[in-house]
C-alpha cells in the first residue's frame, strides 16, 4: 500500500489491477471500480463506498461486487450503472455528493479519436465519469477510461493522480504525457494498462510530479 498524508487523515491507496483500487481512509474501504479478474474479492474487507465509473463489464462487476458489499455500503456512479445497480447515488459531471466529510465530484471522462470501427468512441462523452475526492484540499483525481480532453484543464491543483494508459481505449504513451503536463499533479499512477515502459515514461515526467510507478 501507499500512503499519503491529507488534511482530513492518512489515506492508504491500494492498486489491486486493472482500473481497480481500494483506498482506506479512517478505517473506512472505498472501492473503485472492482474486477474479480485482477483480485480475489472474497478476501477483502466489506465495503464502505463504492465509486463506480462506467457500466463496462470490467468497471461493472458484479462477481466483484457480490463479496465486498453489505446493506451499510453506499455507491455512488454514473448513470449507467443505475440498471444494475438500484441503490446508486448517480453523479454526472459538474454534479458531487457528499460521504463523511469528504467531496466527490463527477467530471467527464470520454474518448475524442479512439473509436469503435462504426466510429462510435469506446467511451462517448457523458456516459462515465471521472471522480476527484476531496479530502479537505487534498484532492484525488480518479480519470476513469478517458483520452486527453479539454476538460483537464479546468480540474484546478490536484494532489494525487490516476491516469489510464492503454490503447485503443483510453491513452497513449505520449497523450499520457501531455495529460499529466495538463494537470500537474503532485503524486501520480499510471493505471488501466496492458503493458507499461515505466522507464521511458519516468524520462518524459515533467519536473514536480512524483511518478508512483517507477
Wanted: aromatic share 12%; charged share 25%; net charge negative.
Amino acid at each position: 500500500m501507499y500512503k499519503f498524508t491529507t488534511p482530513l487523515g492518512d489515506i492508504s491507496v491500494l492498486l489491486m489491477g486493472h482500473a481497480s483500487l481500494l483506498i482506506n481512509w479512517q478505517e473506512r474501504n472505498i472501492f473503485v471500480d472492482p474486477y474479480s479478474n485482477v483480485a480475489d474479492y472474497s478476501k477483502q474487507p466489506q465495503a464502505d463506498l463504492v465509486l463506480l465509473t462506467h457500466h463496462h463489464y470490467d468497471h461493472l462487476d458484479e462477481d466483484a461486487l457480490k463479496h465486498i458489499v453489505n446493506e451499510k455500503t453506499i455507491f455512488v456512479t454514473s448513470g449507467g450503472c443505475k440498471g444494475t445497480i438500484k441503490e446508486a447515488n448517480v453523479i454526472a459531471p459538474g454534479m458531487s455528493f457528499n460521504y463523511k466529510d469528504i467531496t466527490i465530484e463527477a467530471v467527464y471522462a470520454y474518448n475524442i479519436l479512439n473509436r469503435k470501427e462504426d466510429g462510435e468512441p469506446f467511451h462517448p462523452r457523458g456516459e462515465g465519469n471521472g471522480y476527484i475526492l476531496n479530502f479537505g484540499g487534498y484532492r484525488v483525481y480518479i480519470a476513469g477510461d478517458t483520452e486527453l480532453i479539454p476538460e483537464m484543464r479546468e480540474l484546478g491543483e490536484i494532489d494525487l493522480a490516476f491516469l489510464p494508459k492503454n490503447l485503443p481505449y483510453t491513452m497513449s504513451d505520449e497523450m499520457f504525457i501531455e495529460a499529466v503536463k495538463t494537470i500537474m499533479p503532485k503524486n501520480l499512477f499510471a493505471y488501466h494498462y496492458f503493458k507499461i515502459d515505466t522507464e521511458r515514461l519516468t524520462e518524459q515526467m515533467p519536473e514536480g510530479v512524483h511518478f508512483q510507478n517507477r
